[in-house]
Antibody, heavy 120, light 112 residues
Framework: EVQLVETGGGLIQPGGSLRLSCAASGFTVSSNYMSWVRQAPGKGLEWVSVIYSGGSTYYADSVKGRFTISRDNSKNTLYLQMNSLRAEDTAVYYC??????????????WGQGTLVTVSS | QSVLTQPPSVSGAPGQRVTISCTGSSSNIGAGYDVHWYQQLPGTAPKLLIYGNSNRPSGVPDRFSGSKSGTSASLAITGLQAEDEADYYCQSYDSSLSASYVFGTGTKVTVL
């Protein structure tokens, strides 16, 4: 059974750093497209970052240069290192597995999410 | 702000049919990129509802159907049920953005 469990969220001051983890089971993270998606309180979904099976990474403009996506193959875990955090980064962060369909990707499994609150 | 526009809300009585539109442009849906749909029940993570414009994953009732035409896509729910009350999001790819994978603005479905 595919499962994704995010941890690492919490309250952090503006300018601080936080690392989110997403432990996967039932499949191999390194063989799949993995993504982070966030949702600010009361708002819609926003794609944040992706890492492809080959290791290529991409970021939304809103987080580029501040966030880094990575994975640990030995732990079958996905990470999101978040630096220089801002109030507008406050959101529930979901990790999700992607599947290719034709020329695009969809997210077939999602974790339960972890809340990041950036506030002084 | 998202490049995929959805109506903020739609509503219907139990048993009725409702549709949710997802309007894009020539750099996303109109360019031929596929559309996928997610359902988010209150307080839970999103769940895949439709992939590749019109395909249902295993376990999704056939009351849910999707279609795509031109620069838009639609999600239809027939035989609306109370448990369908949720937020719905479309998703596609946009070739003009660095945040290439884009979500729609989201639609709240209310069962009257």
């Amino acid at each position: 059974e595919v499962q994704l469990v995010e941890t690492g969220g919490g309250l952090i001051q503006p300018g601080g750093s936080l690392r989110l983890s997403c432990a996967a089971s039932g499949f191999t993270v390194s063989s799949n497209y993995m993504s982070w998606v966030r949702q600010a309180p009361g708002k819609g979904l926003e794609w944040v970052s992706v890492i492809y099976s080959g290791g290529s990474t991409y970021y939304a403009d809103s987080v580029k240069g501040r966030f880094t996506i990575s994975r640990d193959n030995s732990k079958n875990t996905l990470y999101l290192q978040m630096n220089s955090l801002r109030a507008e980064d406050t959101a529930v962060y979901y990790c999700a597995r992607g599947k290719r369909y034709s020329s695009s990707w969809y997210l077939d499994y999602w974790g339960q999410g972890t809340l990041v609150t950036v506030s002084s | 702000q998202s490049v995929l526009t959805q109506p903020p809300s739609v509503s219907g009585a139990p048993g009725q049919r409702v549709t949710i539109s997802c309007t894009g442009s020539s750099s996303n849906i109109g360019a031929g990129y596929d559309v996928h749909w997610y359902q988010q029940l209150p307080g839970t993570a999103p769940k895949l509802l439709i992939y590749g414009n019109s395909n249902r994953p295993s376990g999704v009732p056939d009351r849910f159907s999707g279609s795509k035409s031109g620069t838009s896509a639609s999600l239809a729910i027939t035989g609306l049920q109370a448990e369908d009350e949720a937020d719905y999001y479309c998703q596609s790819y946009d070739s003009s953005l660095s945040a290439s994978y884009v979500f729609g603005t989201g639609t709240k479905v209310t069962v009257l």
